[in-house]
């Protein structure tokens, strides 16, 4: 299912087939948590923005409108009207960090949800039902996000429950993927590496979870207060040992620095709601690097967002009329502004993966790194 076509250092450029179309990878998956971008982008607009893959979340899915709602609408492909790769995450980031009051057990967590209080239990075996009833593409493990920092022992602990929670949700898939009236049988199972900011930790559990052969495999557990750093570090200790024909994703990373150094330390999938979440505010993602829309400087702008960009907003608009439209409290600022974001997101990854292409990525590297983070 993953071709490793190509190798600049550690950078790969690859291609992962699915069911539901061809992956080119390294890739960018485009966050719409309740089977939606958040700034009313369709999933028509996701194509025109380069989209390769989408991301919806079990934990919000499965509360509002309930799994199966979309089940019985045909699946989450049918339900938003995208035809093209899906991926759930399992629901445990947001259940270790929505639920105001949970239960840890071996069989899986009991919580509180964050919208009505009603008392919910979620365990490999409930986060797999959900999402082979979503239908997605792939579906993530259901594992347990541990805070950093974090003890030691627990961390251990919670590493070895991890694992074995694993082995619950391959089994449970694997049923699920059987049974006559699933939405996709074909649904994929990606593992979650865990281990705090040990690296030992770390790279034990991923040669652990490396012999189950599933279909990819995540990092997760970074980008939640560790510094970026202690992140690269991380990085760099788990990825010599993640299988090499299987895809490498980083969960919720992150800046356009932050995927350029990561793809360099050899990953390949990467998600996030900052492009969307920072649009919303007015913070807009450039070629020369990241402005404020709400600056007094662009009242009387009539550039478009990014001169060097495509996109429908930049195509169209310019940065005086969506700043007006910001102060004006006008719905289509966040429209546009987040059209824009997703597709600088989607062409940055174009760009990688041409660059691993043509044997040019260290130097685009070094050219990007040291422009995409800075304030205009």
Not at 8 to 17: C, L, Y
Not at 123 to 148: K, R, V, Y
Request: hydrophobic share 40%.
């Amino acid at each position: 299912m993953f071709t490793l076509i190509k190798q600049n250092g550690d950078a790969r450029r690859g291609q992962f087939k699915t069911v539901h179309g061809t992956v080119q990878t390294p890739v960018f998956m485009n966050v719409g948590t309740a089977a939606a971008i958040k700034g009313a982008v369709t999933a028509p607009d996701l194509k025109e923005l380069g989209c390769q893959v989408e991301l919806s979340n079990t934990y919000h899915l499965h509360l509002r409108p309930g799994d199966e709602v979309v089940r019985d609408m045909g699946g989450l492909h049918r339900f938003m009207n995208w035809d093209r790769p899906i991926l759930t995450d399992s629901g445990g980031f947001q259940v270790f960090s929505l639920a105001k009051l949970r239960n840890i057990k071996e069989e899986g967590v009991y919580f509180s949800s964050h919208i009505d209080g009603r008392k919910i239990f979620m365990g490999p075996e409930e986060s797999m039902q959900i999402q082979s009833n979503l239908g997605s593409t792939i579906a993530m493990a259901f594992d347990e996000c541990i805070e950093n920092p974090c003890e030691r022992k627990y961390a251990e602990e919670s590493v070895a429950r991890t694992t074995r929670w694993l082995a619950r949700c391959k089994e449970e898939l694997n049923r699920l993927n059987s049974l006559p009236h699933t939405v996709n049988p074909h649904q994929m199972l990606f593992g979650i590496n865990q281990g705090s900011t040990y690296a030992d930790l770390r790279v034990a559990h991923m040669k652990e979870i490396a012999k189950m052969d599933l279909d990819g495999y995540a990092i997760g557990g970074l980008a939640v207060g560790e510094s970026t750093e202690e992140m690269y570090r991380i990085i760099e200790a788990v990825t010599p040992h993640m299988p090499k024909d299987k895809p490498r994703y980083l969960m919720g990373v992150g800046t356009p620095v932050n995927i350029i150094e990561a793809v360099a330390r050899g990953v390949d999938f990467f998600d996030c709601v900052m492009p969307s979440r920072n649009a919303r505010h007015g913070h807009i993602f450039t070629s020369q690097g990241i402005l404020n829309l709400f600056n007094v400087k662009y009242e009387r702008d009539d550039r478009p967002l990014d001169e060097h960009c495509q996109c429908p907003t930049c195509q169209n608009f310019s940065r005086a009329y969506i700043r007006h439209l910001f102060k004006a409290k006008e719905m289509l600022a966040m429209r546009l502004a987040v059209m824009h974001n997703l597709y600088f997101y989607n062409h940055l990854m174009e760009e990688i993966r041409a660059a691993i292409d043509n044997d040019t990525f260290a130097s685009y590297r070094q050219e990007k790194t040291a422009i995409l983070g800075k304030r205009i």
